[in-house]
């Protein structure tokens, strides 16, 4: 049986995307927030994985499908938390943030398929990595590697490297973390709840100048 599993915050203002304020509101940039998530989830819903798992900071909202499981994430720092999610599972799983509200189901169905690889690496624009998949969850792998700092998929993929795991590579995207960020993802998928949402804030921020 093979998972896809979200790691996600509750959008609340204040405790999300606190970096896109300003010169958003944090009002605005836990709206945002939740567009993001929403668009994983359709994305994921639509997906041909087995098992849809939401690993949640916080408590689901009106932004939830219906087909998800949802379980807590556990305390810690986000290694700890990446480690407990694949724990979890009892087969393959591949694991994304909800950072990239870019994301197609057309994208996540390769890494669905371990036939060949003992693993998926996705990485992201700013040193990071948006996507994990492992054929055979080890939460070993991903203890100790130092998360939100320039060099974190470098280790993790070094990490996937020194297991002697084939590593195939899924495409690079850019998380939404800054208002740059937040635009750049916003033009690149034009028909997402976060880019209508995005268009909606931003023109209403240079009407107000």
Do not use: N
Request: proline residues 11%; aromatic residues 6%.
């Amino acid at each position: 049986m093979t998972s896809l599993l979200v790691i996600a915050k509750e959008p609340v203002p204040g405790r999300v995307k606190t970096r896109l304020t300003p010169p958003f509101t944090p009002e605005e940039a836990a709206a945002l927030a939740a567009a993001a998530l929403a668009d994983t989830l359709a994305a994921v819903a639509a997906a041909p994985a087995d098992r849809r798992v939401l690993v949640l900071d916080g408590a689901p909202g009106p932004w939830l499908p219906p087909g998800f499981e949802v379980v807590p994430q556990c305390g810690g720092g986000l290694d700890g938390r990446l480690a407990a999610a694949f724990a979890d599972c009892t087969g393959p799983a591949l694991l994304i943030g909800m950072d990239t509200p870019q994301v197609t189901p057309e994208l996540l169905a390769p890494a669905l398929d371990f036939a060949g690889c003992g693993a998926w690496f996705g990485p992201a624009a700013d040193g990071g990595f948006w996507a994990l998949g492992l054929a055979v969850p080890d939460p070993a792998l991903l203890l100790g590697v130092p998360m939100s700092v320039p060099e974190t998929g470098a280790v993790q993929y070094g990490r996937l490297r020194a297991a002697g795991l084939r590593t195939r590579l899924l495409p690079r995207l850019r998380d939404v973390d800054t208002a740059a960020d937040a635009a750049d993802v916003a033009s690149r998928a034009p028909a997402s709840r976060f880019a209508a949402l995005h268009g909606r804030l931003a023109g209403a921020s240079r009407a107000a100048r």
